[in-house]
């Protein structure tokens, strides 16, 4: 393997391909039937190559914001509660607005983001992950767009890091840690 610490590739970089190419239409068919104003929010730093890649399939007038959210805590134990390191540009009241993640794993940070987006009063508030951890869940996260469950396995690249790093892979690889 020629990236150290990575032990299995588990989804290539044409699988990823295709993966954003159908969650595009999905979401495609999805707001050209509702129609209206669409905000696409990323959250950072994960979802960012995802996001460049799933707005470039999305064939409808959409805007683009970024939000950074840290969660309190000793690293182990979170103490339940969510920072906001950047919050965003746009005002999403009355708008649709397309939350979309790297990974949800226990849902607990996405829980919060979620919460909070809603007390601003979008028209209507969708989640799209990359990824999805099923057998992690602790929180409860009505997942609108998938685009891949997954083991419980730590995996890293296309967005996904440890400890900030491995972030630029095309690829999607299990880490050995
Ligand atoms: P949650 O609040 O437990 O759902 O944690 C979600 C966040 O944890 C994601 O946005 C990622 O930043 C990180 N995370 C969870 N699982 C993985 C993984 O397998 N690789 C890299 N980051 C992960
Ligand atoms: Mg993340």
Known sequence: MPDTGITKIL????????IVEELGQEITAHYQQSGGE????????????FMADLVRKIHYPLVVDFMAVSSYGDGTVSTGDVK???????????????LVEDIIDTGSTFKKVIRMMSNRNPRSLKVCTFLNKPSRRKFDIQIDFCGKDIPDEFVCGYGLDYAQKYRNLPYVGVLSV
């Open 11 to 18: 989804i290539r970089e044409e699988e990823i391909k295709k």
């Open 38 to 49: 669409l905000i696409v929010v990323g959250l950072l730093r994960g979802s960012f190559d």
């Open 84 to 98: 906001i390191v950047m919050d965003l540009d746009e005002s999403v009241e009355d708008k649709h607005v397309l």
